[in-house]
C-alpha cells in the first residue's frame, strides 16, 4: 500500500478500523452537540419562569436533542465500535463489502450536518419533538423547511443504516473463521447482529412514515393532515420503528457489557446459550410491544390488554439475561477496573430503569404517565444509563486495543464515580416529577417542581462535564500511556491474540478455533485495502442536493450532477475491477451455498419488502377509515395497467433467460436478454409517464386528495426502484460487453435479477390494490 | 381524603408495583454488591463451578411469569373500572382541545373557555376531542387523562369528591404554547 497523505487517508479509507475510528469520534461529536443541547435546556428549567431560551429555542433544542442521541449518538457510537471489533472477533480481516461500508459512514455523517445544519434555516430546526407526531409536524402547523430537512436526514440516515445492516448481516453470516460457530461467537457480535436485525425491519417503516409526511409537507399530499385517522397513523408507522429502536440502542451495548463483566469476573459468561435465546425472544417481541406507545390514543380496549400483557413479558428475558449477570460474578475473580466500574453500573441502572418501565407497561398506570417526566427518565435510565455507560464501559476496555496505549486507570475511576452520582442526581428526580409534563419550557413557581429541577439541572451539568474527563484521560494517554501489549485485559476473544493496535491486515494467518479461543492459524490469501473516494462524493453530494431543495434548487442540479457522476465512475471501476476483495469462506452455516453478493441482495429485498409493506399499510388504513374512496377502475384505465402488468412480467422472464443462457455460456443470447428487459423496463416507465400525465391534465394530481396521493407515491415508489433497476441491467450490459462475464462468473446477473424479480413482484401487489379494487 | 375514586385505583396500583419494584430491586442489588465484594480478586478455580444455568433460568422465568402477570392481573382490574364509560353519567361535557387552549361544552349548550365549574361528587364524562393538533387532557390531581386527537372522540370520566380548584394541563408537544395550555376546573 502506497502511503497517502492524512487528509486522503480519511477521506478515502475503506478499512473497517479506520472506519470504525471515523465512526466512533463522529458519534462522541455528535453526544457533544446534544449533550449541549441538554446542558442549554436545562438551564432554562432550572428555576421555574426562566427566561433564557423562550419556547421556540426550547423546542428546537429539545427535538434536535432526541434526534441527535437516538439516531446519530448512541447507535452509532456502537457501530464505531462494532466496525473495528466484529471483523476481529469473527476473524475476519475486513466487513463483506468494505466501499459499501465507507459509504454507510458518509452518509451518516452528511445526514449528521444536514439535520444540524437545519438550524440555519429561516424559522430554524424542527421543533416537533423527536417524535414528530403529526399533525403537528405537517406544514398546516409547522411551515418552516428546517422540519422537512430534518426529514431528508432522516431518510439519508435510513439509507445509512440499510446499508451498514446489509453488510454487517452478510459479514457475521458468511465470513467468520473456521471453527467460529454460532454459540462461539463474542456476545459484542452478538449484540449488533441483533440489533442490525431489528434495524433491518424498524428503519424502513421509519423511511416510509417520513417519506409520506415529506410529501405531505412538500406536495400537500393528505397523509397525516387527513381527519380520517392520519394523526393515529403516524402514530403506528412511527411507533413500529420507535419501539425495536430502544433495543436497537441497547443491545449491542448490553451485550457488550456481558463480555466485559466475563472478562474481568475471569470466567466465562453463565448461560451464554439461554442469554442469547432470551435476547432473540426480546427482540421478537418488541415489534409485538410498540402499540403500548398509544395506550392513550383510544384504541380497542382488547387490543391494549393484549400487549399490556406482552409488554409485561418482554422484562422476562432482559431479566433472565441479567440473572446470568450476577451468576457469572459468583466464584469469579472479579477486578475492578473501569470498564467493569461502568459495565456492573450499566447494570445497576438498568435494573431500575426497566423497574420503571414495568409501571409504563401496566395502561392503567400508563394513561397517567405517558406524556410525563416519568417516561423521559424511565427511558433515559435506559438509554443512557444502560445503553451509554456499557458503551462508556467498551469505550475504556478497547482503548489499549485501538491505541495500543493505557488510559490513566485513576481517571478513569473519578470519571466512573462523578458520571455515576451526577447520572442519579439528573434522572432520579424525573420519576418523582410524575404530575409535570414532558416538553415544557417553563413551569410555574406554585407547582412546587422547582427543587427537583434543580437537582436535576445541576445533575445533569456536572454528568455533561464529566464527559470532558474521558476526553482529557484518552486524549493524553495516546502519548503518555504505557504501552498496552496484546491482551492487557487476559480476555479470550480474537481480537486480543494480535498486537495492540492491530496491523493493517488484522491477521497474519486467519485463526481456527476448536473452543471459544483460538488454537492455530490458517494461511490465506494476502488481503489488500482499498480506496476510493466515491463513497465520500456520493454522500456529500446527496447532501448538497438536500440543502438545495430548502434553499437553492441550483445546489440540487449540482449535487445530482455530482451524484450522477460518481455512480458512473463507481460502475466503472466496478467493471474494470479494480475494486474487489476475495475472501475465503470458512463457516458459513447455514448459508454454505449462497454468495455473499446474493446474500446481501437478498437482504436489501427483505428491508425493501418492508418499505413497500408500510406504504401498502398505511393506504389501506387510510383507505378504509376515509369514506366515500371511489373503487379504483373507475379511476385508473385498467387496460393500461393490465399491459404494464404484462410486460413486467415478461421482463422477469427475460432476466430468468439471461441467467439461464450466461450459465450455458450463450454470450448472444444473454446480451440479448439483457437487451429486452432493459427495453421492457424502459417502455413500463415510459407508459407509466404517458399514464400521469394523462390523470395529472384530468386534475388528479398528487396534492388533490388521498386517493391520488396514495396513488401517486406508491406508483412513484415503485417507478423509483424500476430505475433503480433499470440502473442494475445497465450495468451488467456494460460489464457483459466489457466481457466480465462467462459460465463460471455470472454473481452479479444472479443479483440483479433478484432485485428485478422483487421489483415486478411489488407490481403485482399495486396493480390489484390501485387499479382493481 | 381523596379527590376522586380515579385517584385512588391509580394511587393504590400504583404502591403496588412500587412495593415490588424496591423489594425486587434492592434484593438484586444487595446480592450483586455482595458478590463485587466476596469475589473481589478471588482466586479459585474459576471454572463456571456450581451453577446450573439452564435450572437457574427456568426457575427465574416461572418466578418473573408469577410476580409479572400477577401484578398485570391487578392492572387488568384497574383498568377495566377506569375505562369503563359510565351509562348515566350526572354531566356530560365536551372537551375541545385547541392551541393553546382548552374549551369546555355545557350539555345545554354554554362555552366557556379555560375554565370548568362542577358540583362536588358529580360523575362527569368527558368527551374529548382535538381541534387541531394532537393534545392529551390530563387533571394531575385526579391521575386522569386522555389524548385529545383531531378527528376522533375519546371519553374520560372523573368524579370530584372534594371542594376545590383543579388544573387542567396538556401532556403531548403540541407547539409553542404547549406549557402554558392549561384550564381551571372549580369544583363547589
Redesign the interface.
Given at each position: 500500500m502506497d502511503e497517502v497523505s492524512f487528509i486522503k487517508k480519511w477521506l478515502t479509507t475503506t478499512n473497517h478500523k479506520d472506519i470504525g475510528i471515523l465512526y466512533t469520534v463522529t458519534a462522541l461529536y455528535f453526544l457533544v452537540v446534544g449533550g449541549s443541547l441538554a446542558v442549554l435546556f436545562r438551564i432554562q428549567l432550572f428555576q421555574p419562569l426562566m427566561d433564557f431560551l423562550g419556547p421556540h429555542k426550547f423546542n428546537q433544542a429539545i427535538t434536535l436533542h432526541g434526534l441527535i442521541m437516538v439516531l446519530w449518538a448512541v447507535s452509532p457510537l456502537a457501530f464505531g465500535l462494532a466496525n473495528y471489533f466484529v471483523p476481529l472477533q469473527i476473524g475476519a480481516r475486513d466487513l463483506a463489502f468494505p466501499r459499501l461500508n465507507a459509504m454507510s459512514y458518509w452518509l451518516y455523517l452528511f445526514s449528521g450536518l444536514l439535520l444540524v445544519s437545519s438550524v440555519f434555516l429561516p424559522g430554524g430546526g424542527p421543533d416537533v419533538g423527536w417524535t414528530y407526531y403529526a399533525p403537528l409536524s405537517t406544514s398546516k402547523f409547522s411551515p418552516q423547511p428546517g422540519v422537512t430537512v430534518a426529514g431528508l436526514a432522516i431518510v439519508m440516515l435510513a439509507a445509512s443504516v440499510t446499508l451498514g445492516t446489509i453488510n454487517f448481516i452478510v459479514t457475521i453470516a458468511k465470513m467468520r473463521a473456521p471453527g467460529m460457530t454460532w454459540m462461539r461467537l463474542p456476545m459484542f457480535t452478538w449484540g449488533i447482529l441483533f440489533t442490525v436485525a431489528l434495524m433491518l425491519f424498524a428503519f424502513p417503516p421509519l423511511a416510509a412514515a417520513v417519506l409520506l409526511l415529506a410529501a405531505d409537507r412538500v406536495f400537500g399530499a393528505p397523509f397525516f393532515s387527513s381527519p380520517y385517522g392520519g394523526a393515529i397513523l403516524w402514530g403506528h408507522m412511527f411507533w413500529f420503528f420507535g419501539h425495536p429502536e430502544v433495543y436497537v440502542v441497547l443491545s449491542p451495548a448490553y451485550l457488550l457489557m456481558m463480555d466485559i463483566v466475563a472478562t474481568f469476573s475471569g470466567r466465562e459468561l453463565v448461560g451464554k446459550k439461554y442469554i442469547i435465546y432470551s435476547i432473540f425472544a426480546a427482540v421478537v417481541l418488541s415489534f409485538v410491544v410498540y402499540i403500548h406507545h398509544m395506550f392513550t390514543t383510544g384504541i380497542n380496549p382488547l387490543v391494549r390488554e393484549v400487549y399490556s400483557v406482552t409488554t409485561e413479558t418482554i422484562s422476562i428475558p432482559f431479566g433472565v439475561a441479567t440473572l446470568s449477570v450476577i451468576a457469572t460474578l459468583y466464584k469469579g475473580r472479579i477486578r475492578l477496573t473501569t470498564p467493569m466500574l461502568f459495565a456492573v453500573g450499566s447494570v445497576f441502572l438498568f435494573l431500575i430503569g426497566g423497574s420503571t418501565g414495568v409501571y409504563l407497561s401496566s395502561v392503567a398506570l400508563d394513561h397517567w404517565f405517558r406524556g410525563t417526566y416519568w417516561v423521559v427518565g424511565h427511558f433515559h435510565y435506559q438509554l443512557v444509563g444502560a445503553g451509554l455507560m456499557a458503551l462508556f464501559a467498551g469505550l475504556y476496555y478497547y482503548y489499549p486495543k485501538m491505541t495500543g496505549r493505557m488510559y490513566n486507570e485513576k481517571w478513569g475511576k473519578i470519571h466512573f464515580i462523578i458520571s455515576f452520582i451526577s447520572f442519579n442526581l439528573l434522572y432520579f428526580p424525573m420519576f418523582l416529577l410524575y404530575d409535570m409534563p414532558r416538553r415544557i419550557y417553563t413551569y410555574q413557581p406554585e407547582t412546587g417542581w422547582a427543587p427537583l429541577n434543580m437537582v436535576a439541572s445541576i445533575g445533569g451539568w456536572i454528568f455533561a462535564f464529566s464527559f470532558l474527563i474521558m476526553v482529557v484521560n484518552f486524549y493524553r494517554s495516546l502519548r503518555i500511556g504505557a504501552p498496552a501489549g496484546e491482551n492487557p485485559w487476559e480476555a479470550d476473544s480474537l481480537e486480543w491474540t494480535i498486537p495492540s493496535p492491530p496491523p493493517e491486515h488484522d491477521f497474519d494467518t486467519i485463526p481456527t478455533m476448536s473452543s471459544v479461543s483460538a488454537d492455530g492459524g490458517v494461511e490465506t490469501v494476502e488481503h489488500v485495502h482499498f480506496h476510493s473516494l466515491m463513497p465520500f462524493l456520493i454522500s456529500l453530494s446527496i447532501f448538497i442536493a438536500f440543502v438545495g431543495l430548502a434553499t437553492s434548487i441550483v445546489l440540487t442540479f449540482i449535487g445530482l450532477l455530482v451524484l450522477f457522476l460518481t455512480i458512473a465512475n463507481w460502475y466503472r471501476t466496478d467493471i474494470l475491477e479494480r475494486f474487489s476483495t476475495k475472501e475465503i469462506e470458512y463457516e458459513a452455516y447455514p448459508f454454505e451455498g449462497v454468495v455473499k453478493e446474493k446474500l446481501g441482495v437478498w437482504v436489501l429485498v427483505a428491508s425493501e419488502t418492508l418499505l413497500f409493506a408500510s406504504i401498502i399499510g398505511a393506504y389501506l388504513f387510510l383507505r378504509v377509515r376515509t369514506p366515500g374512496w371511489p373503487l379504483s377502475y373507475t379511476i385508473h384505465d385498467l387496460r393500461i395497467g393490465l399491459i404494464n402488468t404484462i410486460i413486467l412480467l415478461t421482463s422477469s422472464l427475460t432476466i430468468a433467460l439471461a441467467l439461464a443462457y450466461v450459465k450455458h455460456g450463450e454470450m448472444g443470447k444473454f446480451k440479448a436478454s439483457l437487451f429486452a428487459t432493459f427495453i421492457l423496463g424502459g417502455l413500463f416507465i415510459v407508459i407509466k409517464g404517458f399514464e400521469w400525465s394523462e390523470l395529472a391534465s384530468e386534475g388528479f394530481i398528487i396534492g388533490e386528495n388521498l386517493v391520488a396521493s396514495t396513488y401517486y407515491i406508491a406508483t412513484g415508489l415503485h417507478a423509483a426502484h424500476v430505475l433503480a433497476g433499470l440502473l442494475g441491467i445497465l450495468y451488467l450490459i456494460f460489464k457483459a460487453y466489457r466481457g466480465k462475464f462467462n459460465s463460471q462468473k455470472y454473481v452479479g446477473v444472479e443479483s440483479i435479477g433478484i432485485y428485478w424479480h422483487f421489483v415486478d413482484i411489488v407490481w403485482l401487489f399495486l396493480f390489484p390494490l390501485f387499479y382493481l379494487i | 381524603m381523596a379527590p376522586g375514586p380515579t385517584a385512588d385505583?391509580?394511587y393504590s396500583?400504583?404502591n403496588l408495583?412500587t412495593t415490588a419494584?424496591v423489594a425486587?430491586?434492592i434484593l438484586?442489588?444487595i446480592?450483586?454488591i455482595y458478590?463485587?465484594y466476596k469475589?473481589?480478586?478471588?482466586?479459585?478455580d474459576?471454572?463456571?463451578?456450581?451453577?446450573d444455568?439452564?435450572k437457574?433460568?427456568i426457575v427465574?422465568?416461572i418466578v418473573?411469569?408469577i410476580i409479572?402477570?400477577s401484578?398485570?392481573f391487578y392492572?387488568?382490574n384497574?383498568?377495566r373500572f377506569?375505562?369503563e364509560v359510565p351509562e348515566n353519567p350526572d354531566m356530560v361535557i365536551e372537551v375541545d382541545a385547541f392551541?393553546w387552549a382548552w374549551k369546555f361544552i355545557y350539555p345545554n349548550g354554554t362555552e366557556s373557555l379555560g375554565t370548568l365549574k362542577v358540583p362536588r361528587g358529580t360523575l362527569v364524562l368527558f368527551k374529548v376531542t382535538s381541534l387541531?393538533?394532537?393534545h392529551?387532557f390530563?387533571i394531575?390531581a385526579l391521575?386522569?387523562?386522555?389524548?385529545a386527537?383531531?378527528?376522533?372522540i375519546?371519553y374520560l370520566w372523573v368524579r370530584f369528591d372534594e371542594p376545590g380548584t383543579y388544573t387542567v394541563?396538556?401532556?403531548?408537544?403540541?407547539?409553542?404554547?404547549?406549557?402554558?395550555m392549561m384550564a381551571q376546573i372549580i369544583v363547589t
Open positions: - | 385505583v391509580w396500583l400504583f408495583y419494584a425486587i430491586n438484586i442489588i446480592i450483586f458478590f463485587l469475589y473481589r480478586g478471588y482466586r479459585a474459576s471454572s463456571a463451578g456450581g451453577i444455568a439452564k437457574l433460568a427465574f422465568v418473573s411469569a409479572f402477570y401484578l398485570e392492572t387488568l384497574a383498568m377506569v375505562e392551541q387541531d393538533v394532537h392529551k390530563g394531575p391521575k386522569a387523562s386522555i389524548d386527537v383531531p378527528g376522533r375519546n394541563r396538556c401532556y403531548e408537544l403540541c407547539g409553542l404554547g404547549h406549557a402554558n
